[in-house]
């Protein structure tokens, strides 16, 4: 039987498996600490409850083995970038990756520098 498919992150917990796909494995606490860099009033009791609802809904894994518990994403930063741009594109776009690419590239959101990046992709894989 096929697992099911962790539900989409809400804007909140998002930020949250951005900060531990940048830490690695890490407790409650040096989340909290890395999140107040930029939250400061940002409570302990906060990010606790937002763990703990994340590794409900399967969002994150959870090492009880210590006495501090170890909380990791449950799935790799890259595999849920997908999930979300492809149900992006699809809602938004109507399925057309073209028109998402387009879409930010008219919108401004992409620097010169990320621009330039874009054009060297586009040139070597036009040579695969």
């Given at each position: ?127 695969d």
């Amino acid at each position: 039987m096929a697992k099911p498919r962790p539900p989409k992150p809400t804007p909140a917990e998002l930020e949250l498996l951005r900060t531990l796909w940048k830490l690695g494995p890490s407790s409650v606490r040096q989340v909290h600490e890395a999140q107040r860099s930029e939250r400061p009033g940002l409570a302990y009791a906060t990010v606790l409850r937002l763990m703990q609802v994340m590794h409900g809904k399967g969002l994150l894994k959870r090492d009880e083995r210590q006495r501090s518990h170890v909380y990791s994403a449950a799935q790799p930063q890259g595999s849920l970038q997908t999930k979300l741009l492809d149900d992006l594109i699809h809602k938004a776009f109507a399925g057309s990756g073209k028109a998402l690419v387009l879409a930010a590239l008219r919108g401004g959101r992409v620097s010169d520098a990320e621009r330039e990046e874009i054009q060297r992709f586009l040139e070597e894989t036009r040579d695969d």
